[in-house]
């Protein structure tokens, strides 16, 4: 049973924008701090934004202000709004729970390349 489904990448130009998007089952999503994550290539995953489901924001530095995340309860969706970016954002982007012993089984991600 599929239980992360992340889309919306691509390539784009350094500055540029994308959203990305994950859907997920319900057992993950519902109550849970959810949270974005990247691989880049060579590199170990990494977690970069997260969200409770009251809608409280975390971010890492290297993405603070250039990144928004955002969720739909209704919808099990979270949301990865992407400005500004840069050729080391570049990676594959995954979303789960920001807990460890909450995540399910990690998706296909997807991916995002910016080039300068």
């Known amino acids: 049973q599929v239980q992360l489904v992340e889309s919306g990448g691509g390539w784009v130009q350094s500055g540029g924008s994308l959203r990305l998007s994950c859907v997920a089952s319900?057992?993950?999503?519902?109550?849970?701090?959810m949270a974005w994550y990247r691989q880049a290539p060579g590199k170990q995953r990494e977690k970069l934004a997260w969200?409770?489901?009251?809608?409280?924001?975390g971010y890492v530095d290297s993405v603070k202000g250039r990144f928004t995340i955002s969720r739909d309860n209704a919808k099990n969706t979270v949301f990865l709004q992407m400005n500004s970016l840069k050729p080391e954002d570049t990676g594959v982007y995954y979303c789960?729970?920001?807990?460890?012993?909450?995540?399910?089984?990690w998706g296909s991600g997807t991916q995002v390349t910016v080039s300068s």
């Open positions: 969200i409770t489901s009251g809608g409280v924001t």
């Open positions: 789960n729970a920001f807990v460890p012993s909450a995540r399910g089984s």
């Open positions: 319900g057992n993950i999503f519902s109550l849970n701090v």
